[in-house]
């Protein structure tokens, strides 16, 4: 079965009254029928997308390799299909969160340079030689385990240093590198990728974070080095891709951007969206008298609305949070969805299972049977709904539902369900 047909771009000019910038960008043409049936919605990731953003990142890191972190599922993406699709275009270099995903990762890039970020324990330091996973180092004892385990082996896969310069979660804080600096014995025997570490701030390019941790970064790599032999050096997540070439080092560690993600939240987004939602509309409700909506009644109807209940709540991924009008102190609009073209605002608060929005503005013809709401998508990026919600287009994306159905498109894989 076919799923949808094409990419469209239209023009400004040819969209309506509600023709926004976003409009200018290709979308995805999303109908009912895409759905299958007993699903409440669906959730498409655009793979030419993740394709093209890696390619935008490569250019904005000159000189230096981009990896790709794909831990939590590609945030959200799906592995299976988003590391092949990155490995097409060109990338040989990831990163994960937990041995599992490294396991799964290998049987999808067999050639690849796959590291763990949280490294090895007793239970699964075997794993990372059978899978040829890249532990990397974040303490004392993770160093001493990986150098006992590398005794007598021919050839164990390489490691990474993690330096904490400022994070205060994982890697080695500055008395343990002093301490492996005078004893480079604990170093000796294990062969290194190269040290990373990881920028608290880069998401505000002016802050004074930034320049103090590459400062530590260098200090570390310099004590260090005199062990190790050199290094390469990653410190630069997706934000700090566009620091500038400073902060590059040899390899760079974007995850966000290249799932659409804004790399900064005070300038327009350069990245390609990548993930779009939608979900069933199963009731409208004519409503000509003022009445409460939803749990707790934390919504009243104001007069004459047009309500629209769609089939997608928390237990789908769309925030609690959202509802309400947002979380104490947002200054935005509001969560929305979008339907027909037209914005239908999130009100009272959301359910496990539903949303009610007020489609007022929403003609009465488009929101028929088999009319679709668009939760993330060319009007409502992950990241605005999150900022609707107190949170981040991180975890928006992370979180979304298993009841939706799945599709992926472009980068050479046909639409999958």
């Known amino acids: 079965m076919k799923l949808f047909g094409r990419l469209r771009r239209r023009a400004p000019e040819a969209a309506g009254d509600d023709a926004t910038a976003e409009d200018t960008q290709p ?23 993740v394709a093209a953003n890696w390619r935008l990142l490569v250019d904005a890191a000159g000189q230096a390799e981009v990896a790709a972190a794909a831990k939590a599922d590609c945030y959200g993406t799906g592995m299976a299909q988003v590391a092949p699709a990155l490995v097409r275009a060109g990338c040989r270099s990831f990163f994960v969160a937990v041995a599992s995903e490294g396991v799964a990762l290998r049987r999808l890039a067999p050639r690849a340079a796959i590291a763990v970020l949280t490294g090895p324990d007793r239970e699964s330091v075997d794993l990372f030689g059978e899978h040829n996973l ?31 310069t400022g994070m205060t979660r994982l890697g080695l804080m500055p008395a343990a590198v002093d301490s492996l600096a005078n004893h480079p014995d604990r170093l000796a025997g294990m062969p290194f990728a190269g040290i990373l570490s990881h920028l608290a701030c880069a998401d505000d390019p002016a802050h004074p974070m930034n320049a103090q941790q590459r400062e530590a970064f260098l200090a570390a790599r310099a004590l ?22 400073a902060w590059h080092f040899d390899l760079v560690r974007p995850g966000a951007a290249l799932y659409g993600l804004a790399p900064h939240s005070d300038r327009p987004n350069p990245m390609r969206p990548v993930v779009h939602a939608y979900a069933r ?8 008298r003022p009445r409460t909506v939803g749990y707790g009644a934390a919504w009243t109807v104001p007069g004459k609305r ?11 991924g769309y925030p609690r949070a959202a509802g309400e009008g947002g979380p104490p102190g947002y200054a935005g609009d509001g969560a929305a969805v979008w339907i027909g073209g037209h914005r239908a605002p999130v009100v009272g608060r959301v359910s496990m299972d539903l949303l009610t929005v007020d489609a007022s503005g929403v003609p009465a013809a488009k929101l028929g049977e088999g009319a679709l709401a668009e939760l993330i998508g060319p009007h ?38």
């Open 134 to 164: 890249r532990p990397v180092l974040n303490d004392a004892a993770q160093v001493s385990l990986w150098q006992g385990w590398c005794r007598g082996r021919n050839k164990p896969p390489l490691a990474w240093l993690h330096i904490d």
């Open 380 to 417: 409502v990026g992950a990241d605005a709904l999150g900022a609707a919600a107190g949170t981040i287009g991180y975890e928006v994306l992370a979180r979304l539902g298993a009841r939706f159905h799945r599709a992926w498109r472009g980068a050479g894989a046909e639409i999958a369900p």
């Open 306 to 316: 047009r309500l629209a209940i769609v089939a997608a709540g928390y237990a789908d």
């Open 281 to 288: 509309i199963v009731q409208v409700h004519e409503v000509d």
């Open 224 to 245: 260090l080095e005199p062990a190790t032999g050199p290094l390469r050096a990653s410190l630069a997540n997706s934000a700090g891709v566009f620091l500038g070439a």
């Open 27 to 49: 979308h995805l043409v999303v109908r009912a029928p895409d759905i299958p049936a007993g699903r409440p919605g669906i959730v498409v990731v655009d793979l030419d997308a």
